[in-house]
């Protein structure tokens, strides 16, 4: 797991456009897509400087969403639209959001979006292995209690054996949501952590000093997947030496 610490939250943003173009352009060499899945929270705000250019090869889904209307202002998708397109006319191959037809029932919201995955894998020729499919990037945030996606500590939903499974107790409100698994953020290519503010500084600390990664969801992430970046800023690593891993 590699680690990069930035001073503020700018640097923040321009490292994550640079990676992002790498990964975009690596996954273009392979395929005419490049995948990537987005938390909420303020993960958006930071994707300011991401080069627009290769837009209308991106398909984009939900690392987890809550299962409210797609124009609530609790929605993921509306943030992630918001902060990547705003008023602008650009927009990606495809961004996959949940169907609001089904909100009364969680599990159906679920079914629905991994059949909307599904058939854009297949319909485009994307990799699979089984069941999972094959995403070129995870791009996540992390809660201060350790949670990624809505994979909560301690949660049930830590042993689902699916792709995309669903939350209907979630500790943090709304309590019901939809989320890729673990097994799925296992099979990611990179898995992209951007991670901010004091409050998540003693996480960061069990899962870069203590060894204690297993503790939290996002940590068991970083251990699972193989290619996993962690990019934080001052005050997140307060609790941990970076000087080694210190950017600008
Ligand atoms: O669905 C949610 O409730 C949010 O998406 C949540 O999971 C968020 O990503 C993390 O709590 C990190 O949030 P911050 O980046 O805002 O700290």
């Given amino acids: 797991m590699k680690l990069e610490v930035f001073s503020g939250k700018e640097g923040i943003c321009e490292r994550v456009a640079i990676i992002l173009k790498e990964l975009e352009t690596k996954a273009l060499e392979k395929s005419n897509y490049f995948t990537i899945a987005i938390s909420g929270g303020s993960l ?18 939900l ?4 299962c409210v209307e797609n124009d609530s ?5 509306k943030l992630i639209d918001n902060e990547l397109f705003g008023s602008t006319n650009i927009k990606p191959f495809r961004f996959i ?14 079914e629905n979006y991994y059949g909307q995955m599904r ?9 699979c292995t089984g069941s999972s499919l094959i995403i070129d990037c995870a791009l996540l ?18 042993r689902s054996v699916e792709f995309l499974d669903y939350v209907e107790n979630s500790p943090k409100p709304p309590p019901k949501r939809i989320t890729l698994t673990l097994n799925a953020l296992k ?8 991670v901010t503010g004091a409050s998540k500084n003693k996480v960061i600390e069990d899962i870069f000093k203590k060894d204690q990664k297993m503790k939290y969801p996002a940590g068991i992430v970083s251990e699972i997947n193989s290619n996993s ?11 941990i030496n970076y000087k080694d891993n210190f950017i600008k």
């Fill in 141 to 158: 945030g992390m809660g201060p209690d350790g949670h990624t996606c809505s994979l909560f500590p301690d949660h049930d939903i830590l």
């Fill in 187 to 194: 099979m990611c290519e990179n898995v992209v952590f951007l």
């Fill in 119 to 127: 058939e854009t894998w297949k319909e485009l020729g994307l990799p």
């Fill in 44 to 61: 958006p705000l930071l994707l300011k400087n991401v080069n627009k250019e290769n837009f209308s090869k991106w398909i984009i889904l």
């Fill in 229 to 239: 970046t962690w990019l934080l800023d001052i005050d997140a690593a307060s609790l």
């Fill in 63 to 66: 690392a987890d969403e809550r």
């Fill in 73 to 77: 202002d609790d929605s993921n998708a």
């Fill in 97 to 110: 959001k949940i169907n609001s037809e089904f909100l009364n029932d969680t599990k159906k919201v679920c």
